[in-house]
Structure formats: C-alpha cells, structure tokens
C-alpha cells in the first residue's frame, strides 16, 4: 500500500506524462479526448487534470504489486473507466475503425493535427459515393488513399468531390503504375 501510495504521489506530481503509455492506450485517450471535444455526451474527463483527479479510481487498481511506473500495465485502463453506454457512445461518436464498401477495415489515427485520418487503398473505396463523416456526421474523416503497393496518391475530406475531380489524374497514373488492377 506503501508503494502504491507512492507511486500515485510522484504521477500527482509529475502528470499523466510519468506513465509507460502503450500506443494503444495514447489511440484511446485521443478518440476520447476527440469525442469530448465535439460534444459526445456522457464520457469521463480525459484531460490530464480529469485523469488525475480520478487516479484512485482507474490507476490505483493497477498498481498491485508493482515496484516502479514503468512496469504499471496500462492496456485498458482508459476504456474500463467507461460503462456500457459511454463505450457504445464511443464507437458510434468516434469509432476506431473505418470499415470501407470493400469490406476491410482500416485504423482512425485521431492523433493528427488535421482531425481523424484513416489510411485506405483507393480500390477498398471505389462505388463509395458519400464520404465516411464522424462526430453525429459533424466531422469528416480524412481519407488518406494509397496505390496497391501502400504508396500515398491522394488525401481528401470530400470523396465525391474527389471521383469527379482529382480522381481522373490519379486513375490515369494508376492503370500505368498496375496495369493488372482495374481502376473504374
């Protein structure tokens, strides 16, 4: 109890930056803190003074029997502060994923400095006439399309706009880079 007192003080002390955060976890604190920010109703506070104002109850139960920060397990800790609703909110509001027409699914970087950003192969979109929107539709995702190889050839944030405009050059070098792919 000693130590885990402890080790609760020196992240008071320091701030939520002290903690070993997996990428997993870094995913979820910006979904959340995205869905916060754009009205998601009842999600905790996932600011780093709403994180340590609550460190009894999320950070605490994970320090059983651990000597120092670094080897406290983090996987999770964020979503078991959410109950079943909030959890559903989360995924409607802000999902993880982008499942394309193709029937793949691609991660939601919510991290970036220009709003939530999936990377997708331009063919998992094709026939995809309106454009994936996040927040209650509120939101664009950003589409970061690539040739089949995973090389960048286009970003957009309106995918009609895009099959009518841009996508006539990017089809063109497409059908010469991959003749053995159909490019419609």
């Not at 990017?170 to 003749?179: E, I, L």
Request: net charge neutral.
């Amino acid at each position: 109890e000693a130590v885990s007192a402890a080790l609760l003080a020196e992240v008071r002390a320091q701030g939520t930056g002290a903690l070993p955060w997996p990428d997993s976890e870094t995913a979820t604190l910006s979904r959340l803190r995205f869905a916060a920010a754009h009205g998601c109703p009842g999600l905790p506070d996932a600011s780093d003074e709403g994180l340590l104002s609550t460190l009894d109850q999320w950070l605490a139960p994970r320090l059983s029997g651990v000597a120092r920060l670094s080897d406290v397990k983090l996987e999770g800790a964020l979503l078991d502060r959410l109950d079943w609703n909030a959890r559903q909110a989360l995924d409607r509001f802000a999902p993880a994923r982008f499942s394309s027409p193709a029937g793949t699914t691609h991660a939601i970087d919510y991290g970036g400095g220009g709003g939530p950003e999936a990377e997708v192969r331009v063919q998992a979109v094709f026939g995809f006439g309106a454009h994936p929107m996040l927040a209650d539709g509120r939101v664009p995702l950003t589409l970061a399309l690539t040739s089949p190889a995973g090389r960048p050839v286009a970003k957009t944030r309106d995918l009609p706009a895009f099959w009518k405009g841009a996508w006539k050059d990017v089809q063109k070098d497409m059908k010469g880079r991959y003749p053995k792919h159909p490019w419609p």
